[in-house]
Nanobody, 125 residues
């Protein structure tokens, strides 16, 4: 599976930004597609994930209620809508996939076996 993430940029605190992750290759409905991020001087952390079938999502407690992950079936693209952004959301965001939706594995970076380049999101105060 090949992934390409895009949509990062500079936004003011309180603003919104949308990221996209386009996937190609053989993907079945049980695949998980997740967003992770790594901010300056911080550990890499899980953000959100969606099952390729589009029927299940999972969020980090840090973004729940502010971010929404969704899937565009026609374009094989997963979107991450980010609202109410704060400087703490500044990070390189990357998307990853794993072939099976297993809830315990979803937030774990090393459980994924395909990933694309990250995209930088900068939130100014």
């Amino acid at each position: 599976v090949q992934l390409q993430a895009f949509g990062g940029g500079l936004v003011q605190a309180g603003g919104s930004l949308a990221l996209s992750c386009t996937a190609s290759g053989h993907i079945n409905e049980d695949y998980a597609v997740a967003w992770f991020r790594q901010g300056p001087g911080r550990e890499r952390e899980f953000v959100a994930a969606i099952r390729w079938a589009g029927d299940t999502t999972h969020y980090s407690r840090f973004v729940r209620g502010r971010f929404t992950i969704s899937k565009d079936n026609a374009k094989n693209t997963v979107h991450l809508q980010m609202n109410s952004l704060s400087p703490e959301d500044t990070a390189v965001y990357s998307c990853r996939t794993r072939p099976k939706w297993t809830l315990q594995a979803i937030p774990v970076w090393l459980e994924y076996n395909s990933w694309g380049q990250g995209t930088l999101v900068t939130v100014s105060s």
